[in-house]
Structures are given as structure tokens and as C-alpha cells.
């Protein structure tokens, strides 16, 4: 049996071979508002790459050991680890797939921290900026000929069968010359990229892309999987949920838990807004047939919630993977035509208007999650924001470490509104524990919320 745990030093490459004083030392300060814990944590998640795990929490306990160091010489620097996961090792030498995301980490983490300094956070066009900053300093921003970057989400905690679903519909987008972009775990998020993947190669198209978009709360529980060749790492889920929307040339939503309710929620709120009537976006939820119960319980959740406007926004596509691989591939071209028409750039979509209550940072305490505004006295875009926040903060409590320390502090978050709203809420959350959505299966789910009725 192979070691559970390696020391190593290696280069992370690229152009962050090469660092100033001052940048390692921002990366390895310790005190309060330093990025030492940040960085470690975020260097952990991606070296525990294949780990079975959703657990933020319990990786971080189960590898209180681990540190790393950087080493700064005149050639450039290298990373030095100590404790690390031995599966993240070949004879002893780093993968290559996780040297390039380790490097990615590094970037990702000191570039957040200045443009943190020099935008207004509270401005919502400085949001925007630094999320296009982000994107643009990672690579992602490439300027294609023709738009076909597709945004596929869905759950990390599917079945087998889902999972080959996801996979298959992948295959038909690869053979498209559609690119994939995904939260970049395990899953839903997975599937597509390696079906995309063995379509290229059908093709003979050449290496994809394989974007994979995270954040710092959610990248220790979906560690980046192996197939992601472009990885960014965003400040917060807000600023990673814009990220993945304003690259999108179309997006399919497959089966999936909180986490995937959180996401289509928030592409709702933000495209039920009056001033994006006129954008044009192929957005289709799509599954096996075994998920097709599933998916009408989410359109009926969306129908009482957010109304039938809410609803025109998807198309529903049942055990068809060649339609959504056409429906994305005719899409793109409206996409394209509109942005033309309109002077908007192909890579980053400038004209979609994204309010403040989308792109300012949500803290799941528990008298947040108990303020929470959910009633459809207000407009159906706003309803869908708060919506967003519950199960954001559901999330938080199941995988992400200050979630799940808050809970075992306080209790459960509580959740209250009008019963029209919570009923419903409360009747969805309940199928995704049955069906062993919120977690991985073989993991004992308690509720990290009440819904008061």
C-alpha cells in the first residue's frame, strides 16, 4: 500500500515561477487578514484531488498536518509541502494536471487580494470589473471566432446513471467543437468535460477547453477534477456565479442538490430582470429518464415560486442528449448575432444587467438566514435573489467549513417566510435528502436548517 502522505519541493511553473519578496510574503503571512490560511487551504483542496469527500471541514481535520512553504531563489520559486496527499504524487513527483492548478492557486489568490485593494466593492460595475479582471488574468477571456463556451452545472452527489447522462451529453457537444465550463468537481461537474473530451477526439479537433470556475468556501469539498485545463479561482461564490454567466454561450442544468438550485435560482433572478428581456440565452435542464419526476418537482417549485415568466426561460429535455447538444450549438448562434448587433464583446457579456442583491456577498449567519425576505409581495427577480441567499446558506451548512462549524456551534439554521413559499421549499429539500442529493451517498445526512411552517 502506497503512503497516505508525501513531503515534496517542486516548481509550480508557468509565470508564477517567479515571485517578488513581497508577494511571498503576503501568501505565508499568518496574522489576521493574511492569505497564509487561505492559500494552505485552497493548495490542500486541489492536492486531495480525487478524494472522496464534501466535507470542507473534515478535510481540513483529517490533514492538520499539512503545510506548505514557498522557497524563494534567483531561478524562480519553488513550493514546498509537508504532509501532503501521497495520491497527488507519481515516483514521487508532482501530477502535472495539479502542479498546473497549484499554480492557478497561487495566481488566483495574490491578484483577488490586490484588486480587492483597488475596487470598490460596494460599486456594482467595480464587481463586474474585478470579476472580468479575474477571468482575463487567468486566461479565460479568449476571443473566439464564434462564441461556444457552454456552462454545465449539476450536483457532485449524483447517481451512476446520471452521471454517464451528463457524460454522454458532453460527448455530443465534443463532437460539436463546443467548449465546457463547469463549478470543475466531481459529478455533474465532471461528466460533461470527459464526454466532451472523447468527442474531440472523434473529431480530431484537438485539445478542448475545460474551464473549471471556484471559489475558496467550495473548492476543499469539489476539488478540481482532473480533465479542468483552465482553472479560476473567484473571491466568493457571488463573483464565481456572475463568472460563470457572463462567459456562458448557453447552459444545461443537470440533476443535482442545493448547490444546483442555488445556481439556477440565480441565473432566473438575474435573467427575469426587465432590462434582460432581450438577451438571448439557451438555458435547458436535461436528465435521464429516471430524472424526469425530478425535474418536474423543480419546474413546479419554479412555477409557484417565480411564476410561468420564470418558467419560458428553460426548455425541460428528458432522455435526449443530441437535442441539447443541437439546441447549444443553434443557440450560440443568436448569441452571437445579438452581441454583434449590439457591439458586446463574445467573451464576457458587458450588457447584462446583474443588481446588487446578486453580486454582493451573502454571510449565511443564522439571523441572515432567519431575515431572509421570502414572499412574492415583491417582484418575481427579487424573490429569486432571496431565494439564492436560503440555499446558499444551505450549502454553507452542509460542505463548507465555517458553515459546518456554525452549526455545531448555534444549531441548525432557521428558515421562515410566507408558508406559500417555505411549504413548497421545505417539500423540494426534503426529495433531494431522499434521493441523497445534499451529500455523497453512503454519508449520514442531518439537516443543517428548519424550515418554520
Known sequence: MSKQFIDSEFSPGGLLGVLSKREVAHLLDTSQGGLYTLFRNCCLAVLNCGGHTD????????????DIRILQQERGIKLQVFNAPADAFVGGEIIQGIREHLAAVVRDILYAADLIQRFDSSNSQDISDMVFHMLRNGGILQAPQDPNLV???GGHSISREEYDYSKEVGYYLGLRMLNVCTGCGPGAMKGPMKGANIGRAKQRGGAGRYVGITEPGIIAAESPNPIVNELVIL???EKRLEAFIRCAHGIIIFPGGAGTMEELLYLLGIMLHPDNS???MPIVLTGPASAAEYFAEIDAFIHTTLGARAQKLYQIIIDDPVMVAEIMFNGKNS???????HSDAYNFNWMLYIEAEFQQPFLPTHDNMKSLVLDRTQPAHQLAANLRRAFSGIVAGNVKEEGIRAIEQYGVFEIEGEKAITQPLDKLLTRFIKQQRMK?????????YRIKK
Open 278 to 280: 432581450e438577451q438571448p
Open 55 to 66: 466535507d470542507s471541514k473534515a478535510l481540513l481535520d483529517q490533514h492538520k498536518n499539512f
Open 440 to 448: 455523497l451517498p453512503g454519508t449520514t445526512y442531518n439537516p443543517c
Open 335 to 341: 448569441v452571437r448575432d445579438y452581441r454583434k448587433q
Open 151 to 153: 456552462v454545465c452545472w
Open 235 to 237: 473571491p466568493d461564490i
